[in-house]
């Protein structure tokens, strides 16, 4: 089993035992509002373009609303199946999942007070190391100092090259890559000078 089915799998088990009005790290979104998300990224094609492209954004909207009225259980079935057999994410859910089941499974569970990071795997959080550069270039393209990434085995990875001022973000890299998906409720450590770290941490992390 990949960590794109554990984590979807994972992500449905928390769902239901915290309820569909539960919070969630995305913005105002409920559990229910997420998992209708899912869905409709994974089930209707028509809508899902409006993820990403703002002029789609309105029927994108209304579709996902329509969704999330579906009964809570049938919300949280279409999610635990993943992607029908037509869909074109089916071939490659075990790369275009890892991760959006591992990202929405922790705005989930660290949508309330009280979370702890989870003891993750080697394996696992090695898979995520991979990701980090990828994404950090892209979540800190914005910031007017060097960004480093760094691991506490001090793996490192420089995903904004400037000169002058550095701030290093430091974790695990599961951590480090939730941060790098623009997530606050995180555990990592900063070094740099104190403008510069509150640059960095200010940053507009959307992709």
């Not at 088990?13 to 790290?25: D, F, H, I, R």
């Not at 002029?55 to 279409?78: H, T």
Request: charged share 25%; hydrophobic share 40%; net charge neutral.
């Amino acid at each position: 089993m990949s960590i794109a089915q554990r984590e979807r799998q994972s992500l449905v088990e928390t769902m239901a035992a915290v309820g569909p009005e539960a919070p969630t790290l995305c913005g105002e979104w409920t559990v229910r509002d997420l998992a209708a998300h899912l869905v409709v990224r994974e089930r209707r094609p028509d809508a899902a373009p409006g993820i990403m492209l703002k002029p789609f954004a309105g029927y994108l909207d209304s579709v996902q609303a329509k969704v999330a009225r579906q009964p809570f259980p049938e919300l949280l079935e279409q999610v635990q199946t993943g992607p029908p057999w037509w869909s074109p994410l089916r071939p490659i859910d075990a790369i275009a999942n890892v991760t959006e089941m591992f990202v929405h499974h922790e705005d989930v569970r660290r949508g309330s007070p009280g979370w702890e990071p989870r003891a993750l795997s080697q394996a696992d959080e090695d898979r995520y190391w991979q990701l980090v550069g990828r994404m950090g270039r892209r979540a800190y393209r914005k910031s007017p100092v060097k960004v480093v990434l760094e691991t506490l085995d001090e793996k490192r990875a420089v995903v904004r090259p400037k000169s002058g001022d550095e701030v290093v973000l430091r974790g695990m890299p599961s951590e480090l890559l939730l941060h790098s998906f623009g997530r606050n409720e995180v555990r990592i450590e900063t070094t740099g000078t104190p403008e510069a770290v509150q640059a960095v941490l200010s940053l507009d992390r959307s992709i």
